[in-house]
């Protein structure tokens, strides 16, 4: 399904936390730890750590361990001991590049400030998310207007896309002749995605197609290709219509969620950039 809007979206680069310090096993396994175990305590029992003054909280450790069970893994004493002592590693090596003033060091500082921002905007847009409010009723809306658009049927269309006009008009005048639609894509077009299949596209709604291209397959008669180039943005193509068949779209039920996250998203968007307007930006 083709919805034609423009979503805009904030990238926010790195994932919500990453615990990528690599440290000796052997040697944690040999030494005391600095803090008391929580593999006794069982797997949920965790508690905080204090390393040189500073405390890690156990909902840090609860958070990890609920990231890395997420997929079916189980959450063990093991687990959460070795996620503790990963903390405490992470703790003891900042502390130490702290004493060294390596966090007053140009590059280190900005570093530290962008993930800075990346927490807080993720604090925001999940805060945002949560509070967003969006009515049935405009999403029935888009819905009617989405399914409007599709149009009452979906094609599946064959195409050879070529650089220039010359070659798509070499093109039909080889298959004027009784040339191999399915060769000449596999030796001459220009999409990847297809020419290895012969040019054989998937059945799709015409609004899932460029313009010109939609409007150029749609009017062909069922076994016709076009008899004149077609331009787009991507070159020249020539499309075979190979067959049509009563689009079966899903019901809004089916969507509504899609439709929700994807109005929310948009709405986001639009928050960065009014935030954006706002904002006193010198220096460009």
Known sequence: MNAKQALASLAIVGSTLSVTLMYAQQTNAQT???APSTASAGA???????VNGHKIPAS??????????SGGAPDTPALRADIRDQLI?????????????????????????????????????????????VDDAALHAQYDKMRGEMGANEYKAQHVLVKTEEEAKKIIADLDKG????????ESSLDTG?????????????????????????????????????????GWHV????????????????V????????????????????RAKAKVEGL
């Open 32 to 34: 005391s730890d600095p």
């Open 44 to 50: 949920g029992a965790s508690r905080d750590i204090v």
């Open 60 to 69: 840090l450790l609860d958070m990890i361990a609920k990231s890395q069970t």
């Open 89 to 133: 590693n992470l703790a003891v090596v900042a502390d130490e590049a702290v004493r060294l003033g390596l966090d007053k060091q140009p590059d280190t500082a900005a570093q530290l400030e962008v993930q800075r921002q990346q927490v807080l905007v993720r604090a925001f847009q999940s805060n945002y998310i949560k509070s967003a409010q």
């Open 179 to 186: 040339g191999d639609f399915d060769k000449i894509a596999a």
């Open 194 to 234: 297809s020419k290895e299949g012969g040019g054989h596209l998937d059945w799709a709604a015409p609004g899932s197609y460029v313009k010109p291209f939609s409007d150029a397959m749609a009017g062909l008669k069922k076994g016709t290709y076009t008899k004149s180039p077609v331009q787009t943005q991507f």
């Open 239 to 254: 499309i075979k219509l190979e067959d049509v068949r009563p689009l079966k779209a899903p019901d809004f039920e089916e």
């Open 256 to 275: 509504k969620e899609n439709l929700r996250q994807q109005r929310v998203q948009a709405d986001f968007g639009n928050v960065v950039r009014e935030l």
